[in-house]
T-cell receptor, first 114, second 112 residues
Framework: DAGVTQSPTHLIKTRGQQVTLRCSPKSGHDTVSWYQQALGQGPQFIFQ???????QRGNFPDRFSGHQFPNYSSELNVNALLLGDSALYLC?????????????FGSGTRLTVV | TQLLEQSPQFLSIQEGENLTVYCNSSSVFSSLQWYRQEPGEGPVLLVTVVTGGEVKKLKRLTFQFGDARKDSSLHITAAQPGDTGLYLC????????????FGKGTHLIIQP
């Protein structure tokens, strides 16, 4: 049973460019959340998607947007990249009731903005 | 804004020693989760605690949720080199609909 799959694993972009990261949730999971983890920090919640809609959003600017597809997979888009966007981007999938059963995280996409 | 403070930030001890990691907040959480993360990987769930005062054991790891559901601790008995990693606590409010609030983590190194 595959866990959460993220692609690409590493990415280098230039400041001002746009990037799209992809996530396939664990089989049977219908909710996808995205987190940003800066070096030496804990993950920070970006947003969560359920039934193809953004359900909740953390304290991130509108440059960060997302999408969920009917097969529950998801994309994270970041526009007008800044150097400070360099981080590990983690996708986590879950079922309703994730606060009880926990989240399954992917290995992340390491984004470097130069 | 909910904040979770973890302490210590770094801990290096010898194999066989015991240790405790703390996770504190001024906010009440509906549940608290502990994750372990290794370099280049995503966090892996260790345990979820839900009830105030709850204690859960996972082999040599003991997790406790504070009575007021504002704090938690992780105690490791007889640490082993395989316990090395980044330990993260994460709190959920509103059943997790707002996502998880993570602490900054405790970097644990167990030296043989």
């Amino acid at each position: 049973d595959a866990g959460v799959t993220q692609s690409p694993t590493h990415l280098i972009k230039t400041r001002g460019q746009q990037v799209t990261l992809r996530c396939s949730p664990k089989s049977g999971h219908d909710t996808v959340s995205w987190y940003q983890q800066a070096l030496g920090q804990g993950p920070q919640f970006i947003f969560q998607y359920y039934e193809e809609e953004e359900r909740q959003r953390g304290n991130f600017p509108d440059r960060f947007s997302g999408h969920q597809f009917p097969n529950y997979s998801s994309e994270l888009n970041v526009n007008a990249l800044l150097l400070g966007d360099s981080a590990l981007y983690l996708c986590a999938s879950s079922l309703p009731g994730a606060s009880l059963y926990g989240y399954t995280f992917g290995s992340g996409t390491r984004l470097t903005v130069v | 804004t909910q904040l979770l403070e973890q302490s210590p930030q770094f801990l290096s001890i010898q194999e066989g020693e015991n240790l405790t990691v703390y996770c504190n907040s001024s906010s009440v959480f509906s549940s608290l989760q502990w994750y372990r993360q290794e370099p280049g990987e995503g966090p892996v769930l260790l345990v979820t605690v839900v009830t105030g005062g709850e204690v859960k054991k996972l082999k040599r790891l003991t997790f406790q949720f504070g009575d007021a559901r504002k704090d938690s601790s992780l105690h490791i008995t007889a640490a082993q080199p395989g316990d090395t990693g980044l330990y993260l606590c994460a709190g959920a409010v509103r059943g997790g609909a707002d996502g998880l609030t993570f602490g900054k983590g405790t970097h644990l190194i167990i030296q043989p």
